[in-house]
């Protein structure tokens, strides 16, 4: 199935034909209006060389007139190979489709309503022919069974004609595209880019990444840069602060030599003020007993890491480098 954009917004066509496989571009006199353009033919150039093929308006009265404003947009520079020309059905439309068809012209014979309208189009040797999907659903007519039965005139008498897909309103009527076996849809940018969301997608490709950095990323890539430090001779109140400051539930104890002391956690201060009371913020971080520090050395990957988080139920982990302290690891830490 062919896969056009619907748009006259240059920003948006721009962004949509980088992803590279989009067949074209359908566009109408009114999404330009909308759009502010007041140099129809220069966008219209514009637009021809950016998109691999380009469906425009052919207006006029007459066959006559419709012919002679295709002839005046191809003599702008357009491609006749790479240009369809949009007519309304009509009459005259449907005549001046075979006239620009007998020219070695695209035409696609849209705005299309009903079977009837669509037969002469297709007779007429339309190159496409667009029922209106949204708007039908509007005015309380079964769109997709009018598509369907399209489809069938195409497949049973063999036209040479492809039925077009438009009016898109919802992703809903892109499964309805591709379940009738259409041959061309035209989507407007913000439902084409939801046609790849999926909320299970987004879950397993995110468990995916966090795997692979999980078995890539070393600990001492993960850190933060902070390095909650206070020596020996800090007293709790002012060590309370500094684990405040650097945002972690611990804080690394070291002494006057630089070598570690131990690990002051969130969960000690608890224990301690419910042991002595509010006396032991007084203490020095050198008064207390500790007991041998959960570390990990910064060359480790962050799987060990994880495993260890697991296996010690603790939130965060000492990062040594040769022994020195060096950093604070947070369980949050292994989440990219």
């Known amino acids: 199935m062919e896969l056009y954009l619907d748009s006259a917004n240059l920003k948006e066509i721009e962004e949509a034909f980088k992803l590279g496989f989009l067949n074209g571009l359908t566009t109408t006199p009114t999404f330009m209006q909308r759009e502010g353009i007041t140099d129809i033919d220069g966008m219209i150039v514009k637009l021809s060389k950016i998109v691999p093929v380009l469906q425009i308006e052919a207006l006029g009265d007459t066959a006559e007139d419709i012919l002679k404003e295709a002839q005046r947009q191809l003599d702008l ?15 005259e439309g449907v005549r001046a489709c075979r006239m620009l068809r007998n020219e070695g012209m695209l035409v696609n014979v849209h705005l299309v309503y009903t079977l009837q309208q669509a037969y002469m189009a297709m007779q007429a040797g339309a190159t496409y022919v667009c ?57 407007p940018l913000k439902i084409m880019k939801q046609l790849t969301e999926n909320h299970f997608t987004t879950v397993g490709t995110d468990q995916f990444i966090q795997d692979t950095r999980l078995m890539t990323v070393k600990v001492k890539e993960a850190l933060n840069g902070v390095n909650p430090i206070v020596s020996a001779d800090t007293n709790l109140a002012e060590a309370i602060v500094k684990m405040t400051e650097y945002g972690f539930g611990a804080i690394t104890i070291t002494n006057a030599d630089g070598s570690l002391k131990g690990v002051f956690t969130d969960g000690d201060l608890r224990r301690k003020l419910i042991a002595d009371g509010r006396d032991v913020l007084n203490k020095t971080m050198g008064d207390f007993t500790y007991n041998a520090a959960i ?42």
């Open 131 to 187: 029922p209106l999907v949204g708007r039908l659903q509007d005015q309380g007519h079964d769109a997709l069974d009018l598509v369907a039965q399209i489809i069938d005139a195409v497949d049973h008498y063999g036209y040479d004609t492809k039925v077009m897909f438009s009016s898109v309103r919802t992703m809903e009527h892109i499964r309805n595209a591709l379940n009738l076996g259409v041959h061309t849809i035209t989507v």
């Open 77 to 91: 520079g357009l491609d006749i190979k790479k240009t369809v020309f949009k007519i309304p059905v009509s009459l």
């Open 295 to 336: 570390s990990i050395e910064s060359d480790a990957l962050l799987n060990v890491a994880a495993g260890l988080f697991k296996s010690t139920k603790v939130d965060t982990i000492l990062v040594t480098d040769n022994g020195k302290p060096i950093g604070m690891l947070d369980i949050q830490d292994l989440e990219a």
